[in-house]
């Protein structure tokens, strides 16, 4: 079946600009999960969603990003009044239910992601 | 923060050659997993180790993990030049949030590995 997408893949934005990047996740998915990769490193934490229910924002990095997944399918990171700081590529990632009784978290299956560009 | 490190930050082989990276992290996991990540796309899962398994095979990758240490390894064996590509470990963690326990991911900085044909 399809795998995770996101749209734009591409944004360029005008600093202080609002943004919303949309991720459409694996169909049957529970859980979502947004990441913030930088420039050479490895991606970073954002936020969790469990259906539509926002478990965990402890990585969004200021009250400028806000997440939503209101039918607990599609999800978008909206980020308000851009900074150059926000550039970076924006990660989004599905996995089904997030644990097994005594089994194992599941795998992410991560889509292409949105580079962000804000000049 | 990142709790991975991984070794080495680059390596450059020919094709046909192995390839090693490594990875230590800092706390207990759940498991630990593997992406690749080719330049200007997503993430690929490669393979998932969990705490009680200490090696892991799929194709031509075999994953070793040592609790103790807190470190694991990636071999990629017969390497080809379609293997070029970033490789990330990242480890799952228990986290409790709303009542739920999920595996929170945290990535190290990843290998940039570039095989020659």
Request: with cysteine; net charge positive; glycine share 10%.
């Amino acid at each position: 079946g399809a795998g995770v997408s996101q749209s734009p893949r591409y944004k360029v934005a005008k600093r202080g600009q609002d943004v919303a990047l949309r991720c459409d996740p694996i169909s049957g998915h529970v859980s979502l999960f947004w990441y913030q990769q930088a420039l050479g490193q490895g991606p970073e934490f954002l936020t969790y969603f469990q259906n539509e229910a926002q478990l965990d924002k402890s990585g969004l990095p200021s009250d400028r990003f806000f997440a939503e997944r209101p039918e607990g399918s599609v999800s978008t990171l909206k980020i308000q009044r851009t900074q150059q700081e926000d550039s970076a590529v924006y990660l989004c990632a599905s996995s089904r239910k997030p644990a097994r009784r005594g089994g194992s978290y599941n795998e992410q299956f991560f889509g292409p992601g949105t580079r962000l560009t804000v000049l | 923060s990142q709790q991975g490190e991984e070794d080495p930050q680059a390596l450059s082989i020919q094709e046909g050659e192995n390839a090693t990276m490594n990875c230590s992290y800092k706390t207990s996991i759940n498991n630990l997993q593997w992406y690749r990540q080719n330049s200007g796309r997503g993430l690929v899962h490669l393979i998932l180790i969990r705490s009680n398994e200490r090696e892991k095979h799929s194709g031509r990758l075999r994953v070793t993990l040592d609790t103790s240490k807190k470190s694991s390894s990636l071999l990629i064996t017969a390497s080809r030049a379609a293997d070029t590509a970033s490789y990330f470990c990242a480890t799952a963690v228990p986290f409790l949030a709303g009542g739920t326990s999920y595996g929170k991911l945290t990535f190290g900085q990843g290998t940039i590995l570039t095989v020659h044909p």
